[in-house]
């Protein structure tokens, strides 16, 4: 015998949660493609030098590629994706003269990474990304975040904050201080400040600043987060400078549209500190929590880069884009007891009765498919109290029930599952309006 | 620079095959939920023994396999999956006690053969797989046969043909005819008689078998296509033998509850040829060739197998299920010209008019998809020719437009990007109805 189980990090998905990913796949699904975002695919395997060329991939995210080999193929050539943003990057440069621009696409799909394996952090997990790119216009950045609300919205998240900054403001700031060569280590302490708290990063910033040029970037940050109103103030802090008003300005644009968009401004928020991690982002940057659950990290961020694809061509392609951590978002949203619905596919189970011709029950579940009622008929004549059992524990909300005694006079007994109640008597030409009638209406659909 | 290509035998799915790819996908998902079948997915990485165990896959198949293995794993001990069978083999056994039988369930997703690069053939493709665990009856039987039915027909196939055998009357044949241990070469023979002719079938089957006897067999596989009638004759050809007798009873059965399920019977066929593969079907056979487009081979195959996951429990667990092969299926229906719609996701492009606010266009945006109606902003300021040149070319097939001379009055003009006939000067507040009007009744949604 060999045991069943799956390699250490990986995890079967079964039907109760892959029920809600796919309802939650099917509204980001529908969400992008009203904004006209396009599907694309790539393949989960791709060349080792597209995923390890200079700045595709972190060290750390290089470190936790998995290598693939085929029989007869050579080691260290081929690999899993680690993200959707590389393949992205080679597919537009492989495809951009065809498709033109704007391109705008969405990609879902699992990706993998050989962290060392711990609670809720998995070796294969899902990514949900959209990207405009070809554009430089303020209209993608705005859109963006509209997607991230929408997308959020549509998928049933009752309260949420977009977090927005333009790393433009802060590079003015080191610059105006004299210290644009420290960006690096200074955004890496920033992005620490939530977690590690002021004292600390006070600390980690003098490793790359004076203590007078530390607090006043740690000042700067601190006054930074809130509404439209803090960017009124980054002029008198900073004084002029080309880059901080740029930044400023591309906010200010980000947020008249989002408003023009109808997006309520309570969902969003400015953070002149968001750096979200150090090379990639040129512009404006996004991070999204959910309201009181702020401890699950961001469930959506991404930002503006000025050239997607330096690797493979020399066009330049700047975009803006962001992704959705389906695993994590789902996460929360269990725990948050905002995941509805059950766990069928069919709302009828059409019961085998022992002794009748099972032909019956065949019969009248097509018909209920026909009018759009999903129906599963039980396999096997046992007996019926097993079969409302399976239909209880599963999710069915009713039963279609045709025994010995109704068969010749052509009838049915409709019994709902949850309270018990048993119609008696109902003749199969009424079947599909008293099965809708019962489910309620608009809830007959599989779903 | 790194070229931008893709691995051999590999491929990006660009937008328009992509859209085209996921309505499909979501049809099929549609259906198997109507009969009850619950969604599950597991990883794409299995541990090998897993994968290469006694009986997973066939010797071609495990010379395939892509190993995996990331930094600081051992070679050799995790692989691609290969199918979805063996995973759903795995899955089972470990989680059929939390899940109770009957257990139904349906799967999507990428497998992955390292087989020699060809036109048309992929190392990485999608399967769509079902499957009913736990049962024996001839219920799931059929519904099988009614699933290829309803998803080929909902996907929008005009015609096709699903042929039957059970692998029980073969085997029954060649018992009276006292061959019953030649069952392997004497199947290999019989699966190419459509490809290599009766003449060359013969040669082969007498390397296992007298001359009379290859020439009884081949004679009953050639009488033994048809409809219900074909059923009729095989007493009379083989005499009686319980084997024989429960296989064709099942093939009655079947057809019986296809018939009251409304499935049309010239959809059937009875081929008592059909084989389908050597050692894991052992009753119900089922391919489907699309009429008129037979030499693209089958397009949904399974069967029947007595004891799925034998590799990983003492459970015996029987089952019925088969699998639709989308990329076949799909090259076969672009080839057909019955792909039908537009490469755009969303249905109206809002034109980004140059020297007005393009807050305008991302409000009225907002509206036209709040009322379900996709629509796309474009994102630069451009001349207004290049936008609509780019909605034209994209499948859009209404443009909302508000110059400088309709936003002080609150109007806009529709363009049909393929007549290019313009209505002008319609007021905003009419924007949803109208628009909604030009697009035609329940066309407005993204799809």
């Known amino acids: 015998m060999i045991d069943p189980r799956v390699a250490s990090g990986l995890r079967d998905i079964p039907p109760a949660a892959m029920i809600v990913r796919e309802r939650m796949l099917d509204s980001f699904r529908k969400t992008f493609a009203s904004f006209g975002f396009l599907p694309i695919e790539t393949p989960h395997i791709e060349r080792m030098e597209v995923l390890t060329g200079k700045g595709a991939g972190s060290d750390e995210v290089l470190r936790q590629i998995f290598d693939v080999t085929n029989k007869g193929g050579t080691p260290g050539e081929l690999a899993l994706r680690f993200d959707l943003?590389?393949?992205l990057a080679r597919f537009v440069a492989k495809h951009v003269n065809d498709l033109g621009t704007p391109f705008k696409r969405y990609a879902i799909g699992s990706v993998f990474r050989g962290e060392r394996p711990a609670k809720g952090r998995f070796r294969e997990f899902v990514q949900c990304d959209f990207d405009t790119v070809g554009t430089e216009s303020a209209v993608a950045d705005a859109e963006t975040a509209q997607v991230i609300h929408d997308a959020l919205s549509n998928a049933g998240v009752p309260a949420f904050t977009i977090t927005l900054n333009n790393r433009k403001v802060l590079d003015g700031l080191l610059d105006t201080l004299g210290v644009a060569d420290k960006t690096g280590p200074v955004l890496?302490?920033?992005d620490k400040l939530a977690k590690v708290g002021r004292e600390k990063v006070l600390d980690e910033l003098q490793g790359a600043l004076t203590g007078d040029q530390a607090a006043r970037v740690l000042a700067f940050v601190e006054q930074g987060r809130g509404g439209l109103e803090v960017l009124d103030r980054v002029g008198e802090q900073i004084g002029s400078h080309p880059r901080v008003e740029e930044g400023v300005a591309n906010l200010r644009a980000i947020l008249g549209l989002l408003d023009a968009a109808g997006v309520p401004s309570d969902r969003l928020k400015i953070d002149l500190g968001l750096a979200r991690g150090l090379d990639y982002y040129t512009g404006v940057v996004f991070e999204t929590t959910v309201d009181g659950w702020e401890r699950f990290g961001s469930v959506s961020s991404g930002g503006r880069y000025d050239n997607l694809a330096s690797l493979f061509t020399d066009r330049k392609l700047p975009g803006v884009g962001a992704s959705i951590g389906l695993d994590r978002l789902l996460a929360l949203m269990e725990e948050a007891g905002w995941v509805k619905g059950t766990a069928a596919t069919a709302p009828v189970l059409v019961?085998?009765?022992?002794?009748?011709?099972?032909g019956v029950a065949v019969g009248?579940?097509?018909?209920?498919r026909k009018a759009g009622i999903g129906a599963e008929?039980?396999?096997?004549?046992?007996?019926?109290?097993k079969q409302m059992g399976y239909g209880s524990s599963r999710g069915h909300r009713v039963a279609v029930i045709v025994g010995p005694d109704?068969?010749?006079k052509?009838?049915?007994?409709?019994?709902?599952?949850?309270?018990?109640q048993e119609r008696k008597g109902v003749g199969w030409a009424d079947l599909e309006t008293t099965v809708r009638d019962a489910l309620g209406s608009g809830q007959g659909a599989a779903s």
Not at 351 to 358: E, K, L, R
Not at 364 to 368: G, H, M, N, P, T
Not at 410 to 420: G, H, S
């Open 406 to 408: 109704e068969v010749e």
């Open 377 to 385: 008929v039980f396999p096997d004549p046992t007996q019926v109290g």
């Open 351 to 358: 019961a085998n009765f022992p002794g009748v011709d099972p």
């Open 364 to 368: 009248l579940a097509a018909r209920l």
């Open 410 to 420: 052509k009838l049915f007994n409709l019994r709902d599952l949850a309270t018990r």
């Open 188 to 190: 890496r302490a920033l």
């Open 85 to 87: 943003t590389v393949p």
